[in-house]
């Protein structure tokens, strides 16, 4: 499994997280967080180590303004790689395996999610209707 498919599902389930949801549900993704949280430290550790060398400012929507192209595509270049790193043996234990976690669909009504999300999911999370 790649870096990249971590990071995308820790957002997704980041999202979710921040959802009423029933307590089944709820401590189901929370335990999968929990699991997926080395890779989602390792990543922003990096990500930091890459902006304090590059020195971007923010700008008021919260972009990246780098000084130069060359900054720019270099930090575009490095968190390619990172991302496709291969998350087990690196930022996972040896032999790690994702355990899917099953909602039903009944206990996501209300809950907004986009469809990026639910494929960012795909391998993660599997929605049961009933």
């Known amino acids: 499994m790649k870096q990249v498919q971590i990071i995308k599902a820790m957002q997704a389930l980041n ?3 921040a959802q009423a949801l029933p307590i089944k549900s ?5 335990r999968l967080r929990v ?5 989602w430290d390792f990543q922003q550790e990096e990500e930091d180590k890459l902006l304090g060398k590059l ?3 923010i700008d008021p ?4 303004d780098f000084k130069t192209p060359e900054d720019a595509q270099k ?3 490095l968190l390619k790689e990172l991302g496709a790193m291969d998350a087990e043996g690196n930022t996972l234990p040896e032999g790690f395996t994702i355990q899917p976690v099953t909602l039903p669909l009944r206990a996501m009504d209300g809950i907004q999610i986009t469809a990026n999300e639910v494929e960012a999911l795909e391998g993660f999370v599997t929605f049961m209707e009933e």
Do not use: F, M, S, V
């Open 15 to 17: 999202n979710l997280a």
């Open 26 to 30: 709820a401590c189901a993704i929370h």
């Open 35 to 39: 699991q997926l949280r080395p890779a």
């Open 55 to 57: 020195k971007p400012t």
């Open 61 to 64: 929507d919260g972009n990246l």
């Open 75 to 77: 930090y575009r270049e």
